[in-house]
């Protein structure tokens, strides 16, 4: 998968974006192609940050929770190798790729945006890794053993999805920097770490602190 096909998306919301790529600074044992802050020579004008906030490329961008628990991964391989994975809410790929690399039997990396696709399998690709692709979650294979997610709770209508993953799989793997009290005991924090988005996008502080949590039928 060439990069170009990603810069085709990118300039969807920015004409002037492309990608380059580089490694996360929270998980820098992984490559991915990411947005190219270079571009931005001054300001966006108003019609590129309109674009931008209408649709924007999420898969361009290396977020705090994701850089965390694939870093995470490949620090305590176990929690999945010879494991089925699904990687709900791709975006770049990193969770996906990083359990890819830990042993795991198969993963998958769902995402509803054709985008975000591609950019899994341009940065996997890049990174000597396999992974499937799934664009609908319902009409994900059966057999899912683990399932990760990074950073998916920002939006409240994501929250039921904390109990669905539990019935789909016997273990999850979460991580979230945005939601303090995910208001399901069955999620137990492991830990907190802190990490910035990649590029940074001098989010606040509080965004910086993730926190990981596992659920275990």
Not at 93 to 111: N, P
């Amino acid at each position: 998968m060439s990069p170009e096909r990603l810069n085709a998306h990118l300039r969807k919301t920015l004409s002037r974006g492309r990608v380059e790529a580089s490694r996360p600074s929270g998980c820098p044992r992984l490559a991915l192609y990411l947005f190219d802050p270079s571009v931005l020579e001054g300001p966006l004008s108003h019609e590129e940050a309109q674009s931008v906030v209408a649709a924007p490329a999420y898969w361009s961008f290396c977020w705090a929770s994701g850089q965390v628990l694939a870093n995470w991964i490949l620090d305590n391989p176990e929690w999945v190798a010879g494991k089925t994975v699904l990687d709900f809410g791709s975006g770049s790929g990193i969770v996906a790729i990083a359990a890819a690399r830990a042993g795991a039997r198969e993963v998958i990396a769902c995402d509803i945006d054709p985008g975000a696709l591609d950019a899994v399998l341009a940065n996997a690709t890049l990174n000597g890794e396999s992974v499937t692709l799934c664009s609908d979650w319902h009409e994900r294979p059966e057999g899912i053993d683990v399932i990760t997610a990074a950073d998916v709770l920002y939006d409240p209508e994501n929250r039921p999805f904390l109990g669905v993953f539990q019935k789909v799989a016997a273990r999850v793997l979460l991580a979230d920097s945005r939601v303090r009290d995910l208001g399901d005991d069955a999620y137990r924090k492991y830990a907190e770490i802190e990490a910035r988005t990649w590029p940074d996008l001098n989010e606040f502080e509080e965004f910086n602190r993730v926190r990981i949590y596992v659920a275990e039928a």
